[in-house]
């Protein structure tokens, strides 16, 4: 437990094998009103450590409430454990009609991951959505929650917090900014020491990448005294982080147009072996079935950028795989920048 200001509270709750290794949550008190942001997973251990900071800040759960940043099982896991003691929850709308579909193990959330797979050129990998971190941790059971949208206020005595947008991580993901205080709380939208996944969510939800580009680019402009990220250290410079992060995804784009060049085309499972990537695994073999899809809607959700940048084209072969190519425009711009990625 750490006392970050007057009336903001954080704990660090592990997250026990999981690359994320721990979750922040955060607790805002004031004039005896409370709001709890995120859950963890939906465990017996992060449950324990729940009820250990409930008691520790001796909070009246009937004088507070839950706000969930977004959809993934390490943020919404515990959200029926709150419900069952009424205690109110605020939820983004897209994501919250999103986590309720997926709780239904045959509908078309993760059916669509199933089928995303197939097209991505995994069948040989034999990924089974039982081996999804988000399936196995996602809340189970519906919880009641009131929706909220970017532009709607949420008040927590003297905290007097607006909905930002946040989309990109998820389609719906939600942050709260504090304008006079100067406090964003941003979940997974800007991480220190990590980048966010950015994965392909289906042609519905559109550039994913691109989104999330530009809704980072509105938060470097706003004025922030204090970052509230989900995970890892809190971040001192946010627009340097920021700068960081768009040099990364630059970076991943011109690996992307480097492997596709070389290939001459190529299908998101070819892209995703061959793209460098923060893991102990020495080869595609080694990774992680958990972490493949992960991965794969990483490499995605870049080459789907370049799609939309007119820098690639996208088409079917005859087993229905997604195969990419350079277009005339994405050669020029690779060849531009051929010296940003060392060779193989």
């Given at each position: ?12 709750i592990p997250l ?70 009424d205690v109110p ?30 097209k991505q050129g ?223």
């Amino acid at each position: 437990m750490e006392k970050i200001r007057e009336g903001i509270y954080h704990v660090t709750i592990p997250l026990k094998g999981n690359p994320l290794k721990s979750i922040n949550i955060y607790i805002f008190s004031s004039k005896g009103e409370n709001m709890i942001v995120d859950t963890g997973f939906h465990t017996e251990e992060i449950i324990e450590e729940t009820e250990k900071f409930i008691k520790e800040l001796n909070l009246d759960l009937s004088k507070t409430r839950l706000f969930l940043t977004h959809l993934h099982s390490d943020h919404t896991g515990l959200a029926h454990y709150y419900d069952e003691k009424d205690v109110p929850i605020f939820m983004g709308e897209v994501d919250g009609r999103l986590c309720r579909e997926m709780q239904n193990e045959f509908g078309w959330y993760w059916q669509g991951i199933g089928e995303r797979a197939l097209k991505q050129g995994l069948a040989e990998d034999e990924l089974s959505i039982h081996d999804h971190p988000g399936f196995r941790f996602r809340p189970k059971v519906e919880f009641r929650y009131t929706p909220v949208n970017p532009g709607d206020k949420v008040d927590v005595g003297d905290f007097h917090f607006t909905v930002i947008d946040e989309e990109g991580h998820t389609p719906g993901m939600v942050g709260l900014y504090e304008e006079e205080k100067k406090i964003l709380v941003c979940g997974d939208h800007i991480l220190g020491k990590i980048t966010p996944n950015i994965t392909y969510w289906g042609d519905q939800f559109g550039d994913s990448l691109g989104v999330y580009l530009k809704n980072i680019e509105k938060i470097k402009d706003m004025p922030i005294d204090l970052l509230l990220s989900s995970h890892r250290y809190l971040i001192d410079d946010v627009p340097a982080r920021i700068e960081e992060l768009k040099g990364h995804h630059e970076f991943r784009l011109q690996q992307v147009r480097e492997i596709i060049h070389r290939e001459g085309e190529a299908n998101i499972r070819t892209i995703t072996k061959n793209l460098s990537w923060d893991i102990s695994a020495k080869n595609w073999d080694e990774f992680p079935k958990s972490q493949k899809f992960f991965a794969a809607g990483e490499a995605q959700a870049h080459v789907e950028h370049l799609v939309a940048l007119g820098q690639a084209t996208r088409e079917e072969d005859e087993e229905g795989i997604y195969i990419f190519r350079l277009t005339d425009l994405g050669e020029e711009i690779r060849k531009k920048n051929e010296n940003a990625v060392p060779k193989h």
